[in-house]
């Protein structure tokens, strides 16, 4: 190591009690870029339970989630809380069994696999349109977060179950909402970090942990007796055998990447599509172009993987919608072998803060970045991705391994919504960012279902 020199350490604003530390985690949004802008692209911050550095630039977040990953397989500590919730499953995991389960589980995202799950996609986003007629036949204003969140669990629920087994999407989604209370009392009270990895934030939550483990695991058992009967990604999951040891994963084990996928799965999914209903409505201009595109192929109710290809402004506003409010807004990793990065020493043990949104809305990477423009992304994002500015869904071994079953899902139900309605927000309705897990929005996303005159028809 060439050098002992730590990065600069921040010490104001400073909280009586929690620090610089407490400002930052209570808006992240605000003063991360703040502190970039006064100490530079790498500073360190002192917590309650041990210090963090920021990564500012996108150069050197590559090196943390890429280049030198080896020196950074661990999530960082915050990531505890998610384990009530996945156990060890993809998200949370390290190492080599990270590498063992990465490798079973990849074959279930390959682009193949997805083809097959298109035709579900449909139905279940015409099923959702048909529901969302009578909201736009009331006229009234609906919340469009809870909408599109059970639309996304009913998807994530049949790609994983080929059906919703015994209302498991419904249950589930009861359930994850109920125990994300807790995950966000934690993340405001860093204190819990210390209970032990199971524990119960009480006996609401408890309860709600244990029902979701006695229908998950009830349907991997049943599943076991009947391995050959289905074609989804659970049986996928159980057919899976690693190349070492030719041996599967245990119930345990599967209960943890359902749970990992059924929550990754929907929440992000349904959270970007929010964003874009209330960013297309905002802009006349890009909502104009967008329905041109759509009505103007035919019949688009019916489509399928190839004829996908047709909508290119559709997956421009997507990324770029993406870009404005991405779901994985942030990333961390502990360092777990003392580092080198940018002439700073990242001792072992050191939390490192990956502000994904930072790169998406810095003016040095983007013209105009706070200006919803879908033609940034006119020929792809290739270029963005490269250079890591642009990252939605991370960067390096760890991205999300559902990057293509996400971004096929949110152009059907884009196209397919679209053909049907448009979206105007309420009047006077406050639209804010709310940097929890995920970018959701604070106050959910209130808006008018209206109905159009499908051409053609």
Request: aromatic content about 10%; some cysteine.
């Amino acid at each position: 190591m060439s050098t002992s020199r730590l990065p600069p350490l921040v010490t104001r604003p400073r909280h009586w009690l929690g620090g610089v530390a407490y400002y930052v985690r209570r808006e992240p949004l605000r003063w991360i870029p703040e502190l970039i802008a006064q100490h530079g692209d790498l500073y360190r911050i002192k917590a309650a339970l041990g210090q963090a550095v920021v990564v500012g630039n996108p150069e050197w977040a590559r090196q943390v989630l890429a280049d030198r990953y080896s020196h950074y397989q661990e999530k960082s500590f915050a990531y505890r809380i998610l384990r009530i919730l996945f156990g060890n499953g993809l998200v949370t995991s390290a190492g080599e069994f990270w590498r063992g389960q990465r490798k079973l589980i990849q074959p279930a995202f390959h682009r193949h696999r997805l083809d097959l799950l298109f035709g579900m996609m449909v139905d279940r986003v015409l099923v959702c349109a048909d529901r969302l007629s009578a909201l736009a036949d009331s006229g009234e204003a609906v919340d469009m977060g809870p909408a599109m969140s059970a639309l996304t669990l009913d998807i994530i629920a049949r790609a994983m179950f080929s059906t919703d087994v015994e209302g498991a999407a419904a249950r589930v989604g009861e359930h994850i909402g109920i125990l994300n209370e807790g995950a966000i009392r934690t993340l405001r009270h860093p204190w819990l970090f210390l209970m032990p990895r199971r524990w119960p934030f009480n006996h609401r939550q408890a309860r709600a942990l244990q029902d979701m483990d006695r229908v998950v695991l009830g349907i991997i058992q049943k599943r076991r007796q009947q391995p050959d009967q289905h074609n989804d990604l659970l049986a996928m999951l159980l057919s899976a055998q690693s190349e070492d040891t030719g041996k599967g994963m245990t119930d345990g084990q599967l209960r943890d990447e359902v749970m990992t996928i059924f929550v990754a799965g929907h929440e992000t999914t349904a959270n970007a599509m929010c964003w874009l209903l209330y960013l297309v409505s905002q802009h006349p201009e890009v909502e104009a172009r967008l329905l041109a595109e759509i009505d103007g192929q035919p019949d688009p109710e019916v489509f399928d993987p190839a004829s996908a290809a047709r909508f290119p402004y559709v997956r421009q506003v997507i990324d770029e919608s993406l870009r404005m409010y991405p779901s994985i807004w942030s990333v961390g990793r502990n360092c777990t072998e003392t580092d080198e990065l940018a002439g700073y020493t990242i001792p072992a043990g050191t939390n490192v803060i990956i502000p994904i949104f930072f790169y998406h809305w810095s003016e040095r990477f983007w013209e105009n970045p706070r200006r919803f423009n879908p033609d940034r992304f006119a020929g792809g994002s290739k270029a963005a991705t490269e250079k890591s500015i642009y990252m939605p869904f991370g960067a390096g071994p760890r991205s999300c391994i559902g990057n293509h079953f996400a971004l096929q899902e949110l152009v059907i139900m884009t196209v397919l919504v679209y053909r049907r309605f448009v979206f105007r927000l309420e009047p006077d309705f406050s639209v804010e960012p709310d940097p929890l897990i995920t970018l959701r929005p604070k106050n959910g996303m209130r808006m008018k279902v209206l109905a159009r005159r499908v051409p053609g028809q």
